[in-house]
T-cell receptor, first 113, second 112 residues
Framework: EAQVTQNPRYLITVTGKKLTVTCSQN?????MSWYRQDPGLGLRQIYY???????DKGDVPEGYKVSRKEKRNFPLILESPSPNQTSLYFC????????????FGPGTRLTVT | GNSVTQMEGPVTLSEEAFLTINCTYT??????LFWYVQYPGEGLQLLLK?????DKGSNKGFEATYRKETTSFHLEKGSVQVSDSAVYFC???????????FGQGTTLQVKP
């Protein structure tokens, strides 16, 4: 089954404790992206990757890091999480940029206390 | 810069009512336009899309037409069902970055 998986689905952590949210896709997609969803703001792009070893900042990259060492994986790293990074995070992948459909993972609910 | 504005929700309708969710955009060039739907506890999934002016996207009884003259992409459905209850996002696709720019989302609740 074609899918994007994220782990963990739920995470509660404390300020400053490094964490990684994994994202994996099995569709051989070139393009992958991370978004955060906040009430009243829709989804905003954090980082994206056009291909292996190629990443670039989205609209809200501060406080996040990513890497793309393999085509299927695109982990999101929070080196020193802060409470304002409490949010719902989605990973997505597609064949390329728009107009291709983006396939979304199920989301990771992160709470930073 | 590019942006998307959706009508605010929540929208509450009775089953079989007509649905319109307004979406307007600001963009340079010729973006692609999308409607994504998010059911409770799930990720977003593509509902329909249109890639050029006057294109009509349709799926599961939903329709939207890419109107360049009014910079709009309104979502419509003739007869909603309880199972259509979800959050609907209008989005604009940037061809150079692949980025989707989302509206704030509109919650639809359909009552039996």
């Amino acid at each position: 089954e074609a899918q994007v998986t994220q782990n963990p689905r739920y995470l509660i952590t404390v300020t400053g404790k490094k964490l990684t949210v994994t994202c994996s896709q099995n569709m051989n997609h070139e393009y992958m992206s991370w978004y955060r969803q906040d009430p009243g703001l829709g989804l905003r792009q954090i980082y994206y990757s056009m291909n292996v070893e190629v990443t670039d900042k989205g609209d809200v990259p501060e406080g996040y890091k990513v890497s793309r060492k393999e085509k299927r994986n695109f982990p999101l790293i929070l080196e020193s999480p802060s409470p304002n990074q409490t949010s719902l995070y989605f990973c997505a992948s597609s064949l390329g940029g728009a107009p291709y459909e983006q396939y979304f993972g199920p989301g990771t609910r992160l709470t930073v206390t | 810069g590019n942006s998307v504005t959706q009508m605010e929700g929540p929208v509450t309708l009775s089953e079989e009512a007509f649905l319109t969710i307004n979406c307007t955009y600001t963009a340079t060039g010729y973006p692609s336009l999308f409607w994504y739907v998010q059911y409770p506890g799930e990720g977003l999934q593509l509902l329909l899309k249109a890639t050029k002016a006057d294109d009509k996207g349709s799926n599961k009884g939903f329709e939207a037409t890419y109107r360049k003259e009014t910079t709009s992409f309104h979502l419509e459905k003739g007869s909603v069902q309880v199972s259509d209850s979800a959050v609907y996002f209008c989005a604009l696709g940037s061809s150079n970055t692949g980025k989707l720019i989302f509206g704030q989302g509109t919650t639809l609740q359909v009552k039996p």
